[in-house]
């Protein structure tokens, strides 16, 4: 599992990972007042996701794949 390094309440950031990669995450409001949360990876060390809740600390974010199933925790800073 890699970890994510997230400052909260922020809404476009470059963020750091457990691994040592980094990557950026973007916060965009949708309809009805919804935040949907972007987040890309530099040199496609990892697959881009997005997230359509709140982010909490710990949470846990399960991605498939070509190459199976990567998971990723979000701490808070």
Known sequence: MTTIYVAP???QQ???LSDGSRGE???ETEGA???RY???FNYHLHPSFWVDRPLQ???TVNVQTLDGPEKF???LR
Request: avoid cysteine.
């Open 9 to 11: 309440n922020v809404k």
């Open 14 to 16: 470059s963020v750091e």
């Open 25 to 27: 995450v973007e916060a």
């Open 33 to 35: 007042g919804q935040t």
């Open 38 to 40: 972007s987040f890309d």
């Open 57 to 59: 600390n710990g949470m």
């Open 73 to 75: 925790q979000i701490e």
